[in-house]
């Protein structure tokens, strides 16, 4: 069963293949996204890999949490399961 991890204070500069190729030492890499935003395209500095295995992904954790990539340590957890914000910018109340 895969496994999703947050990855935390990225670069700007970092790119979701270079993200890839840092997690594939620990094993295989299912799936990697860079969190942009929606209206200037940057990055928000943080993303989530995706690992095939749970001994994989607490491999990359230990391996590579408060590490240096691109000039930024970085911080790697394992990422929660919350449900999305309503982004309708509508108020409830």
Do not use: C, H, Q
Request: charged share 25%; proline share 1%; hydrophobic share 30%.
């Amino acid at each position: 069963m895969s496994k999703k991890l947050y990855v935390g204070n990225l670069s700007y500069n970092t790119t979701e293949d270079s993200l890839r190729n840092y997690f594939s030492g620990f094993g295989n890499v299912a799936s990697v996204k860079i969190i942009f935003d929606r209206e200037t395209g940057n990055s928000k500095g943080f993303g989530f890999i995706e690992m095939t295995s749970d001994d994989e992904a607490n491999a990359a954790i230990a391996g590579t949490n408060g590490t240096e990539l691109d000039g930024r340590a970085i911080r790697v957890n394992e990422a929660m399961d919350k449900p999305r914000r309503d982004r309708s910018g509508g108020n409830s109340w």
